[in-house]
């Protein structure tokens, strides 16, 4: 096995790269994780404000519309989440390298919690608007596929004893699953939906302004707070992986100390 | 070439086969992923004659009629090029109204009336305050009385 500070020392030492070492990335992410945190509470109390009290109500839909602050950030981070998962597969796959599978193992938790919250609030939101709880139109059934994918991923890497083959089989799903984004986000252009298109897009939006403001700042807080939770994930996970090595008992040693 | 050089091209050349795969298989059920037809497409005999389906489309203007019992609806349902008239029993959505997104399930009968199950109202992506729809409207209504003033003026 190759020594990971004797690859380090070829290569600048300021390198960016250091921080694939789990060693390297397990003070970062302690450094990070708590203004992560904090960005993220700050920009949902304001979110929610302007979401609740500032933007107006909807000339078609009346105050139910509101969801829209909590659905939209919901499923764009479900989608996106499952992209980054899927890039950091690929990376592992590649180069073989600890940390993008610990990244993959963080990620899919909190992926799963979004997607599961914009399925729920899409349902409370189609009843009094569509009718419905539930269709089975493309957009709806190809979010639901998501959920899946991700409870799949957990449970197959979970299953799996032996770490690498868990890893690389989480991975495969990861990959292979990864089509289905942009089978979601295109569902509503490529076929007959209920759910309508999409409000905001790279080109535009058709909403008014607060209410798209509103929207974009809970996006920004979920970004925050998936962040801040993915850092505190890596964190334990890199401990468990690593527990064999000098460092992790040096540092489990100087935590148990402290307190 | 080194390890890992080959593991990308492996990994670049399954996943290209599997994407392809994928657009294959969703063009070949495209038919099957439509949630609902359009009344062009009933009117032209595309529809499925024998089981169920759903018609998408906006609600006709002034076509709502409320027949006498009071649960029974009959609206006709309208892509602008053709119109399909329907005919409900039972609750509507709060969306539902005149010149707005619907969607219909049910089966088409031999007369040609569509005898729905269930009528779901469909909204766009449009999200704005009331007194901006208000606006709106006014101005479409002064361009409107504009027009008609002009026709007349010739």
């Known amino acids: 096995m190759m020594n990971t500070s004797s690859l380090s020392q070829k290569r600048t030492p300021k390198s960016i790269l250091r921080f694939a070492a789990p060693q390297m990335f397990y003070p970062l992410a302690g450094t990070l994780a708590p203004w992560c945190a904090g960005i993220a509470a700050v920009l949902t109390v304001i979110g929610l404000y302007i979401g609740f009290f500032v933007a107006p109500t909807d000339f078609q839909q009346g105050e139910v519309y509101r969801v829209i602050f909590i659905h939209v950030p919901a499923a764009w981070m479900s989608m996106l989440i499952y992209l980054a998962m899927a890039f950091w597969a690929a990376v592992g796959l590649v180069l073989n390298t600890r940390m993008s599978f610990i990244m993959t193992q963080a990620l899919a938790p909190t992926g799963a919690m979004f997607c599961f919250l914009a399925l729920w609030t899409g349902a409370l939101w189609g009843k009094p608007t569509w009718g419905t709880y539930w269709v089975w139109d493309a957009r709806l059934t190809s979010q639901l596929l998501l959920l899946f994918l991700y409870l799949g991923f957990m449970a197959l890497t979970q299953a799996i004893e032996d770490q690498r083959r868990a890893d690389r089989a989480g991975a495969i799903i990861a990959l292979v699953g990864a089509v289905n984004v942009p089978i979601i986000y295109f569902s509503v252009q490529w076929w007959n939906t209920l759910h309508q298109g999409a409000s905001v897009t790279p080109t535009g939006s058709s909403m008014a302004s607060t209410m798209l403001a509103g929207m974009l700042v809970m996006a920004i807080a979920s970004w925050a707070y998936t962040f801040a939770v993915v850092f505190w994930r890596v964190r334990s996970l890199i401990l468990e992986r690593e527990r064999h090595t000098d460092w992790v008992g040096a540092e489990i040693d100087a935590q148990e100390g402290r307190s | ?154």
């Open chain 2, 1 to 154: 070439m080194k390890p890992r050089t080959k593991r990308l091209a492996l990994l670049g050349g399954a996943a290209a086969l599997f994407v392809g795969a994928i657009a294959l298989v969703l063009t070949a059920f495209q038919q099957n992923l439509v949630f609902f037809h359009t009344p062009t497409d009933v009117a032209e005999g595309r529809a499925p004659a024998e089981r169920a389906f759903r018609i998408g489309g906006l609600v006709e203007e002034g076509s709502i009629v409320r027949e006498a019992d009071g649960v029974t609806v009959r609206f006709a349902i309208t892509d602008t090029a053709q119109a399909i008239p329907v005919t409900y029993r039972g609750s509507l959505p709060d969306l539902f109204q005149e010149g707005k997104g619907a969607v219909v399930q049910g089966k088409l009968g031999p007369d040609g009336l569509f005898q729905a199950s269930e009528v779901l109202a469909k909204h766009d992506e449009n999200y704005m305050p009331v007194e901006a729809q208000y606006a709106i409207d006014k101005a479409q209504a002064q361009a409107q009385a504009q027009a008609a003033a002009d026709t007349v003026q010739k």
